[in-house]
């Protein structure tokens, strides 16, 4: 028998062209915490389809913050420097690995969208403090290609731990 934890984690998809039309996508964990199924709801037919996940083992999502529906597919952030996929109707699952030349693989690299591309940055903070951001320029291919490196410091007017502050990017413009 198969025993489900509670729901943790929803994530709303939509076109902001078209914003009466959505889909809410509802992983399932067993009792381990793994991603067995998805449960995913289209308001163009006003149901919700359970589907078997074909993600690999020990898939972990970050949380409701690292998402991004992007060309009708939804893009999670994992625990273990993945971003994993799958399309509205639950069809087609992916894996894409994270920039391979991330500064810390311990910590997390954050998801975003901007001009139809999906964008990965983070920022590393033992040494130098610098912002590091990634485009993915061939989705098939997982191909990431650094676009900028910033020091933070000079970014934000301060010095790494100066008045116990910290820094979270939640948004990027592709140019700037």
């Excluded at 078997?52 to 529906?69: M, R």
């Excluded at 992916?94 to 810390?104: A, C, K, L």
């Excluded at 301060?158 to 116990?164: A, S, Y």
């Amino acid at each position: 028998m198969v025993y489900f934890e509670p729901i943790r984690d929803i994530f709303l998809g939509f076109d902001a062209a078209v914003p009466s039309r959505f889909v809410v996508f509802v992983p399932l964990t067993n009792c381990f915490c793994e991603f067995t199924e998805m449960a995913i709801y289209s308001s163009e037919t006003g149901r919700w389809t359970k589907v078997q996940s074909e993600w690999g083992y020990k898939t972990i999502l970050v949380g409701n913050s690292e998402c991004v529906f992007l060309n009708g597919t939804m893009h999670l952030a994992t625990h273990y420097a993945l971003v994993v996929t799958v399309d509205t109707e639950g069809k087609v699952w992916r894996e894409i690995e994270m920039p391979e030349h991330s500064p810390d693989t311990n910590q997390l690299a954050s998801i975003g969208k901007s001009q139809g591309r999906l964008y990965a940055w983070q920022i590393e903070d033992d040494h130098d403090c610098q912002l590091y951001v990634w485009v993915l320029e061939d989705c098939g291919g997982g191909k990431w290609t650094l676009k900028y490196t910033v020091n933070v410091p000079e970014l934000f007017g301060r010095q790494p731990g100066q008045d116990d502050m910290s820094y979270k990017v939640f948004a990027i413009h592709p140019d700037c």
